[in-house]
């Protein structure tokens, strides 16, 4: 299979390409050539097929031109070592627990089948593959627990100092093997400049191999529809139409869920929530799509002025707006609204973050509109992972999941840095 830039319909690269770029030289994102459909057949068995089984027939369907029968089952069986169950919150409404794994949120799936992809298109190489990473936090603790281990390739995760809260930075600071963490005496951005830097760089690109694995890479994008045929699969339906409503900000993820669907999978809507940054919302309720500077709140992994997957929703509507804003919805919230949702959820037993919060006023607001659907939000990280923002809203301390807690209890090993580039270059220039 070919992926072509969305940029560019004629630029195409090989799935190894792909994946090892990242972005298409035209800054296009890759997209696959074609969207291979399951038969009805296959579709009507997922109920009697384990996670893994749905994984391997939905990763053959899209890679059996590229990888082998073991490299497909490798990859699988690496991705998918946790669960993601669905839990009925109330009458028609189930959350779909993304975090059950490593970081305690849905980025896991991406990175860890990302990592494993990687390490087996660099194997031909014969050179360690280093990746890159500029995090504000959460990008940085699911790459680098998704490649921790894997054979041939090394982790370099900039952070910026003071910057990253404690819990997170404990995260990619304490594995050691093959992850390696900068501390760097600046902010976010002079950390993803710093790495932008080396990729430019053509002294450092011929004698070492680097990638990024950032969040638009088809690696980390595809593997997140798994979870919509699982779910789908295991949700008790009698006949109902069933609406996925997804917690956005890059919206990597409701792409993926869209791909699901295209795959055969029938999904009858999707929700696009995000907190109020919401250029999205407003583009599904008819206006023109305008990108806006990124505004703080309380699901701050949402904060996104302008989201990088846009245009793949566009590519995968092949631009039919019309039909984009008939199978997506729009919706917003505050944090005001945010938190009241967190205390009216907890009273029926459930404890949402304050992202999945969102994906539930989403599907709220639509069920009431639209009587006789299923509803099913995304999870996307467990509330542990935003303790301050729960405990305030629910007065009450929350119990951090064990491996959450065990983080904190280990050993931080960081090497500082400033923020210029010459002692960046230095320091990976030594490296062999
Ligand atoms: C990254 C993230 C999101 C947003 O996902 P996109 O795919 O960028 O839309 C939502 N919730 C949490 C917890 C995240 O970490």
Redesign the pocket.
């Known amino acids: 299979m070919k992926y072509y830039s969305t940029n560019n319909p004629n630029q195409s690269a090989s799935l190894s390409e792909a994946v090892m770029k990242g972005l298409a030289p035209d800054h296009g994102l890759y997209m696959p050539e074609r969207i291979p459909v399951l038969s009805k057949e296959i579709i009507d068995k997922l109920p009697d097929m384990t996670f893994r089984e749905i994984g391997y027939t939905v990763i053959e369907t899209l890679f059996a031109e590229d990888l082998s029968k073991n490299q497909i089952q490798e990859l699988v069986d690496h991705t998918l070592t946790f669960d993601a169950p669905i839990v009925k919150v109330e009458e028609d409404i189930f959350s779909l627990e993304l975090f059950h794994g490593p970081t305690l949120?849905?980025?896991d799936f991406g990175a860890r089948f990302c990592s494993k992809l990687m390490s087996m298109l660099v194997k031909e190489k014969s050179k360690v593959l280093r990746v890159l990473v500029a995090t504000s936090g959460?990008t940085g603790s699911a790459v680098a627990n998704g490649f921790l281990g894997v054979e041939g390739v090394e982790v370099i995760v900039l952070f910026p100092k003071g910057k990253v809260s404690k819990l997170q930075e404990m995260q990619f600071t304490t594995l050691g093997k093959n992850i390696t963490a900068l501390e760097i005496d600046g902010v976010f951005d002079d950390c993803q400049t710093l790495v932008k830097q080396a990729f430019l760089d053509e002294k450092l690109n011929h004698k070492l191999l680097l990638t990024s694995a950032n969040?638009i890479n088809i690696a980390r994008w595809i593997p997140q529809c798994l979870y919509y045929f699982y779910a789908f699969s295991r949700l008790p339906k009698n006949g109902k139409k069933v609406v996925f409503s997804?917690?956005?900000?890059?919206?990597?993820?409701?792409g993926a869920g869209i791909l699901a669907e295209r795959m055969g999978l029938p999904i009858d809507h999707f929700l696009a929530a995000t907190n109020i940054n919401k250029v999205v919302p407003e583009y599904l309720k008819g206006a023109q799509f305008q990108a806006q500077p990124s505004i703080s709140t309380i699901?701050n992994?949402?904060d996104?002025g302008n989201?990088s997957?846009f245009t793949r929703l566009k590519a995968l509507y092949a631009g039919d707006e019309k039909l984009f804003r008939r199978n997506v919805k729009g919706y917003f919230y505050t944090d005001q609204q945010t938190v009241k949702a967190i205390q009216q959820v907890k009273s029926k037993g459930y404890t949402l973050?304050p992202?999945g919060a969102v994906g539930y006023l989403g599907l709220k607001d639509f069920m009431q509109e639209n009587p006789g659907f299923l509803g099913i939000f995304l999870e996307?990280?467990h509330p542990g992972?935003f303790r301050d923002v729960v405990e305030e809203a629910l007065g009450e301390k929350l119990v951090l999941p064990e491996r959450l807690a065990a983080f904190l209890e280990r050993e931080k090993k960081v090497i500082q840095m400033g923020k210029d580039f010459g002692e960046f270059k230095a320091f990976l220039e030594v490296l062999d």
Request: no cysteine; charged share 15%; glycine share 8%.
């Open positions: 949120a849905f980025k959460d969040s997804v917690p956005s900000g890059n919206f990597g993820n409701l699901s992994s949402m996104v989201p997957n973050d992202h996307t990280a992972k």
